[in-house]
């Protein structure tokens, strides 16, 4: 995860409401002359934004994505917007003319029409100073020819360099092409996520209150390269992943299989700080596995009564980790 990221995932709870209270079903990438391709339904963010912002739902569950269209992308930058110049296929000259094309059938000659033109208005070749009296007996015309200034060569087509409108820097044909999709929300995935976390958003924004860095339902790569999802992930001031925090109903039947998923993917991701919510409190026996593997568990009768407790022991580790820093 960069640090650009981090800002703009925080944002991730207000936009998930956003998208719940307009109904939005589906994302599709369109043009806007002045700004180029963009989702529309999304509240205004850069496009490159926009991508990463629709990647993060897809890993999550919220949204499905399906191919749309394909766009240019930087290779350096990333950036969608370029500014396209012609060159020379043979000696790489942007010094490039384009015009109609005559063809001398006697000859072979190829240069442009108004090459051929005298001051009489007859049609004159230059290479063997013969009169072109008829088109498709002696002469013809090709289309559309460019001619390098600096080289003299004729050719039907040139090459292309794309020079990015974002860094400035300039690739050939092998600039990278990006599929674009559309994007259809998981109408149901929305609502339960929703409503199993918002207790976390409260947490969210106590924590960026002291300065906290955190990310609701964030994902983690494993070792195994598998991306794993938690319901909250903390950063340190590097904006390394330090803490992951989960929840668990601890009246649900799958209770025993829910701490064992925590506890694989913490290994997984080799997190070293874990927290688990329990509402209301877990086994006892399942409680001892926890703590055997460092996890941190959290009793409360609810979801909302556990905001503070929450806030305050991730403050205390939080801070133990910078002070050893």
Known sequence: MTTK??????ELIKALINIQNKNTT???????????????ETDSHRFEDQIRF??????IGIVKGQPSSSVLKCNFCNSHNFCIRPVCTFCSS??????IAIVHDLCSNIDFDFKYMGSDGRLICEKCNKELKAIGVDYSKTGYYYKCLACKAMFPSVDQQYMCLGCGQISNQDVHLQQLCSY??????????LNEGKYLFSVVEELDRIGIKSIFSDTLKGISKIQHTFALVVYDKDNNPTLVVDTI????????????????RCLDVKIPNKILIAIPEI????????????????DSETKDEAILEIVQTIAQIYNKIEIVK
């Open 5 to 10: 990221d981090i800002p703009y995932k925080k």
């Open 26 to 40: 589906l994302f599709e990438p369109s043009f806007e002359c002045g700004l180029g391709f963009i989702y529309k």
């Open 54 to 59: 629709f990647e993060h739902l897809e890993k």
């Open 94 to 99: 942007s010094k490039i003319i384009r015009g």
């Open 184 to 193: 259809k929300v998981d109408v149901e995935k929305l609502s339960d996520l």
């Open 249 to 264: 109903e601890s009246d649900d039947i799958s209770e025993e299989t829910g701490i064992f998923s925590f506890i694989g």
């Open 283 to 298: 086994k006892e026996s399942l409680r001892e596995l926890a703590n055997s593997q460092g996890i941190i568990v959290i």
